[in-house]
């Protein structure tokens, strides 16, 4: 039996020993050592919202690649510019391309596609020269290269009067045919600027490389090569004679590349140039009932005739191409009428007491 003066030491020593028993035997819940993870951060993509690399829904790289030796990166960026470029989103997509540049450096396929985007937003001018960029940094895609050039070229040519000067095509299409010696349409541009500019022999030069290219463009440049013979020989204003039969005034024509003359009766009240029937069989046109109809006022009253396209309509070197004509059954002999679907491209003067027609120089739009 333990002494009650002891008692209070016996108290103080049981407290002591418990003290030391959880101190080398602790009873804690276990700790959870976390897993490594890859650095990944989720964003939320709302609808039509382009996810772009700094949103970072891809793993991220170890370290930022410092060549095109690891492609993954590079083709993830492609992915991301070509899924911008097919919402219409022109501004992502070229700050895409700019930060891809800054990673991995200039490449053609990515100037391919720079450029693709300038075409979309109608930069002809930027397109064509990205894509010679893109030409001087891998001249091994030529062969991809050129068709594009060719399709931006021959838009930027097509392009509305003021977009370039007659000296800044001339230029351009200079360039490409030292490039790119082998496609005829850049010949045919040319011929057909250097003929708008009364520089003939330029144009009959052009003209026939084309031709000696592509034969398939003898109907769409004879008539042309013709006309522009006809005014180099023929310089200045055109003077044509004409006959008079009674109140009826005629002239020789050319229609599209046929090697023959139309008589043609000249009418300044016509609106539309006509050929008879007889003569589109001539030519080789087809009257179907895809064409479309219009209706004319003729001494038979009003009738419904068939509108068709001339290629070529030619007075002498007076050339006017895509000229809209209606073919009607007769003409009282003739092989058609001048309206003013041809005339009106120039300013006209008709001298009957001398039997002659004076065209003077062709209006800018032909």
Same mark, same amino acid.
């Given at each position: 039996?333990?002494?009650?003066?002891?008692?209070?030491?016996?108290?103080?020593?049981?407290?002591?020993?418990?003290?030391?028993?959880?101190?080398?035997?602790?009873?804690?819940?276990?700790?959870?050592?976390?897993?490594?993870?890859?650095?990944?951060?989720?964003?939320?993509?709302?609808?039509?919202?382009?996810?772009?690399?700094?949103?970072?829904?891809?793993?991220?790289?170890?370290?930022?690649?410092?060549?095109?030796?690891?492609? +993954? %990166? /590079?083709?993830?960026?492609?992915?991301?510019?070509?899924?911008?470029?097919?919402?219409?989103?022109?501004?992502?997509?070229?700050?895409?391309?700019? +930060?891809?540049?800054?990673?991995?450096?200039?490449?053609?396929?990515?100037?391919?596609?720079?450029?693709?985007?300038?075409?979309?937003?109608?930069?002809?001018?930027?397109?064509?020269?990205?894509?010679?960029?893109?030409?001087?940094?891998?001249?091994?895609?030529?062969?991809?290269?050129?068709?594009?050039?060719?399709?931006?070229?021959?838009?930027?040519?097509?392009?509305? +009067?003021?977009?370039?000067?007659?000296?800044?095509?001339?230029?351009?299409?200079?360039?490409?045919?030292?490039?790119?010696?082998?496609?005829?349409?850049?010949?045919?541009?040319?011929?057909?600027?250097?003929?708008?500019?009364?520089?003939?022999?330029?144009?009959?030069? @052009?003209?026939?490389?084309?031709?000696?290219?592509?034969?398939?463009?003898?109907?769409?440049?004879?008539?042309?090569?013709?006309?522009?013979? /006809?005014?180099?020989? @023929? %310089?200045?204003?055109?003077?044509?004679?004409?006959?008079?039969?009674?109140?009826?005034?005629?002239?020789?024509?050319?229609?599209?590349?046929?090697?023959?003359?139309?008589?043609?009766?000249?009418?300044?009240?016509?609106?539309?140039?006509?050929?008879?029937?007889?003569?589109?069989?001539?030519?080789?046109?087809?009257?179907?009932?895809?064409?479309?109809?219009?209706?004319?006022?003729?001494?038979?009253?009003?009738?419904?005739?068939?509108?068709?396209?001339?290629?070529?309509?030619?007075?002498?070197?007076?050339?006017?191409?895509?000229?809209?004509?209606?073919?009607?059954? +007769?003409?009282?002999?003739?092989?058609?009428?001048?309206?003013?679907?041809?005339?009106?491209?120039? @300013?006209?003067?008709?001298?009957?007491?001398?039997?002659?027609?004076?065209?003077?120089?062709?209006?800018?739009?032909?």
């Amino acid at each position: 039996m333990i002494s009650f003066r002891w008692l209070p030491v016996f108290i103080l020593g049981a407290c002591a020993g418990y003290g030391l028993a959880l101190f080398f035997h602790p009873e804690q819940p276990p700790i959870e050592v976390a897993q490594p993870e890859m650095a990944t951060v989720t964003a939320a993509k709302q609808p039509g919202q382009l996810i772009t690399p700094t949103q970072e829904t891809l793993p991220r790289p170890a370290r930022k690649p410092q060549s095109l030796a690891s492609p +993954e %990166p /590079e083709a993830a960026y492609i992915a991301w510019i070509r899924e911008a470029v097919a919402k219409h989103e022109f501004s992502t997509a070229l700050d895409l391309l700019a +930060e891809a540049a800054r990673q991995f450096g200039i490449s053609a396929p990515r100037l391919i596609l720079r450029a693709e985007i300038q075409q979309l937003r109608k930069d002809l001018k930027g397109a064509r020269a990205t894509l010679h960029q893109a030409l001087a940094v891998d001249p091994a895609m030529a062969e991809q290269i050129y068709p594009l050039l060719r399709v931006v070229v021959t838009a930027l040519m097509r392009m509305k +009067e003021g977009a370039l000067t007659f000296d800044e095509k001339v230029q351009i299409l200079s360039r490409e045919i030292i490039d790119d010696p082998g496609f005829a349409t850049y010949y045919t541009l040319l011929g057909r600027l250097y003929y708008r500019h009364e520089n003939y022999a330029d144009a009959i030069t @052009n003209l026939e490389y084309a031709l000696q290219l592509d034969h398939t463009r003898t109907a769409l440049l004879s008539p042309l090569i013709t006309a522009a013979r /006809e005014r180099l020989a @023929n %310089p200045g204003r055109i003077e044509l004679p004409i006959s008079s039969h009674g109140r009826t005034l005629d002239v020789d024509v050319r229609l599209n590349d046929a090697p023959q003359q139309f008589r043609f009766i000249l009418d300044t009240g016509a609106s539309y140039t006509a050929i008879s029937s007889r003569t589109a069989q001539r030519l080789g046109i087809v009257i179907s009932q895809e064409l479309p109809v219009i209706q004319v006022s003729t001494a038979n009253g009003m009738v419904k005739v068939p509108l068709i396209t001339l290629n070529a309509v030619n007075l002498q070197g007076a050339l006017v191409e895509q000229v809209p004509a209606i073919v009607l059954s +007769e003409l009282n002999g003739f092989d058609g009428l001048l309206g003013l679907s041809f005339l009106n491209h120039f @300013n006209i003067d008709i001298n009957q007491d001398e039997g002659k027609l004076f065209l003077l120089k062709p209006s800018t739009d032909q």
